[in-house]
């Protein structure tokens, strides 16, 4: 009896935490979208951009606390609720998201760079995104066609992310200031890549609903 309920609780224990990881990706990609609503002609805005750097510069750490714990569950467990690789691997992805929301306002801080419309377009996408994969990590172990509807929204916005980022690219080398270029278009890198792990984690996810039908 034992046995199984040291079972369980490590089944909760892995739910739980990739659930947390989720939650808090939404929670810093939406500071993100936050940062990218301060203009130059705000009041304060360095103030309330360096404040918004500290409040996800937490959020990122929570995220790190979070995957640290769940692999050490992964490596002191002999059984887990779902394939061990693909419990690592989505728990990887989805802190890779947090890190390029943590990234993307930093270098904008270090730059002096204020978000224009395609940055801001792209981060609403991201945001949508992030919160399509929370609802698919929040329901995996219950709705598995509510998951599948999340993850194919999630891999709608990656596409759309996309083109709008070749939109912002297209309009970024008309321009004249080369350094100018040069470091905003580390920017958009940043949000192009966020939009390939929503991508990677949605595949991840429908792998495991393959997996666990």
Known sequence: MKLWE?????ADAFQNLI?????LTVEGVNLLYEFMGI?????????LRHNLRIQLKKVESEGDKARREL???LNRSLITPLDRQDLFNLSNVIDNILDYALSTVEEMLVYKLYPNYYLRKMIEKVSRGAN???????QLFKDKQLVN?????????????EETYREALADLFEKSDFHYIFKMR????????SGDRLAEAAE??????????
């Not at 040291?6 to 490590?10: Q, V």
């Not at 580390?186 to 890549?193: D, F, P």
């Open 6 to 10: 040291a079972l369980f609780k490590k």
């Open 19 to 23: 659930e947390k990881q989720a939650e």
């Open 39 to 47: 203009s130059e002609d705000a009041q304060n805005p360095d103030v």
């Open 71 to 73: 692999i050490g569950e």
């Open 132 to 138: 399509h994969i929370n609802y698919a990590v929040q």
């Open 149 to 161: 509807n999340n993850i194919i929204a999630s891999k709608v916005m990656e596409n759309e992310i």
């Open 186 to 193: 580390e920017v958009y890198r940043h949000i192009s890549n």
């Open 204 to 213: 991840i996810i429908g792998n495991i609903l393959i997996k666990e039908v």
